[in-house]
T-cell receptor
Framework: AQSVTQLGSHVSVSEGALVLLRCNYSSSVPPYLFWYVQYPNQGLQLLLKYTSAATLVKGINGFEAEFKKSETSFHLTKPSAHMSDAAEYFCAVSPGTSYGKLTFGQGTILTVHP | GAGVSQSPSNKVTEKGKDVELRCDPISGHTALYWYRQRLGQGLEFLIYFQGNSAPDKSGLPSDRFSAERTGESVSTLTIQRTQQEDSAVYLC?????????????FGPGTRLTVL
């Protein structure tokens, strides 16, 4: 069975500051990991995913995440926050040996202050 | 091309009524998923369809919930005798082949409110 924990239901940063959204997972098999973003009144959009190639994954809008097996983490970062990054972010895990049934974390709402 | 579409976008119903939610996946995508997002929570898996294979219904919360898919096209999620705890956003997603690393493309969701 898989599970995902996102530390911090709300994160607030200033524009231009580093964004760090934390995600820890548990999985009995090597996982595939995803970050999705949900803007207000919109559907989920894929930011990036880890599929066992490079451990440092670059996504859209300047976001990246690093898969650390020893820490069972897949934290999302962006060097400089922009006002348009304000949204809810979800980390999800898919088991590596089956179809893509995603298990999601609770989500982290990112607020960006001017 | 067109993304995943869902209808209606909003549905308000009275407790005890049946509702039907529709999902149109991306053309050519063989896999289709339904998820539920309750207020302030993450998404919960409900059901998975892959081609003509038997669906994985392991996430359906009760026998009041059912879903169908015609081939590799439209899917409908039906909730019978709705309860207030069924209030949530119901999201549909499709992917090319259903494989674990495949990207799932989500529709905008149907917001269901049960009074």
């Amino acid at each position: 069975a898989q599970s995902v924990t996102q530390l911090g239901s709300h994160v607030s940063v200033s524009e231009g500051a580093l964004v760090l959204l934390r995600c820890n997972y548990s999985s009995s098999v090597p996982p595939y990991l995803f970050w999705y973003v949900q803007y207000p009144n919109q559907g989920l959009q894929l930011l990036l995913k880890y599929t066992s190639a490079a451990t440092l994954v670059k996504g859209i809008n300047g976001f990246e995440a690093e898969f650390k097996k020893s820490e069972t983490s897949f934290h999302l970062t962006k060097p400089s926050a922009h006002m348009s990054d304000a949204a809810e972010y979800f980390c999800a895990v898919s088991p590596g040996t089956s179809y893509g049934k995603l298990t999601f974390g609770q989500g982290t709402i990112l607020t960006v202050h001017p | 091309g067109a993304g995943v579409s869902q209808s209606p976008s909003n549905k308000v119903t009275e407790k005890g009524k049946d509702v039907e939610l529709r999902c149109d996946p991306i053309s050519g995508h063989t896999a289709l998923y339904w998820y539920r997002q309750r207020l302030g929570q993450g998404l919960e898996f409900l059901i998975y369809f892959q081609g003509n294979s038997a669906p994985d219904k392991s996430g359906l919360p009760s026998d009041r919930f059912s879903a169908e898919r015609t081939g590799e096209s439209v899917s409908t999620l039906t909730i019978q005798r709705t309860q207030q705890e069924d209030s949530a956003v119901y999201l549909c997603a499709s992917s090319l082949s259903g494989g674990a690393p495949d990207t799932q493309y989500f529709g905008p969701g149907t917001r269901l409110t049960v009074l």
